[in-house]
């Protein structure tokens, strides 16, 4: 007997969804904009972060391609011959690129793998 009193003085579930349900529609919808707002900062950071790598890779190749010019002009010089002082920098060239492409994922993969990671957690860490 006292069993059924206690049940009917206890709220179920769904009346105290009723009496709640604009409450946690609030609740809900600040979640999923905290979260978008979350998700736009994080990939625009990583967005500029990616942006900034691309930026550093054309003015590297601008720098090797200008670099190159150099040493072929001064090796045609001293070798008192286009074809060898070209051919030598081709040949250190092409060395270079097989070094980068040997290390490449010490060099360029694992670090900007570490940069996004950490640009992703950075968040978590001010918080």
Request: aromatic letters at 12%.
């Amino acid at each position: 007997m006292q069993q059924a009193v206690y049940m009917e003085n206890t709220p179920d579930i769904w009346q105290f969804l009723e009496s709640n349900k604009k409450t946690i529609q609030e609740y809900v919808e600040l979640k999923i904009e905290i979260f978008s707002l979350k998700f736009i900062k994080k990939s625009s950071t990583i967005g500029g972060v990616l942006i900034w790598i691309l930026i550093l890779a054309f003015l590297g190749l601008l720098i090797l391609f200008f670099a190159g010019m150099t040493i072929s002009y001064w090796l045609s010089k001293v070798y008192d011959s286009n074809i060898i002082g070209f051919g030598i920098t081709t040949g250190i060239l092409v060395f270079i690129t097989l070094l980068l492409i040997l290390l490449r994922k010490q060099l360029f993969i694992n670090p900007i793998i570490r940069i996004i990671v950490r640009e992703q957690t950075r968040d978590n860490e001010e918080e």
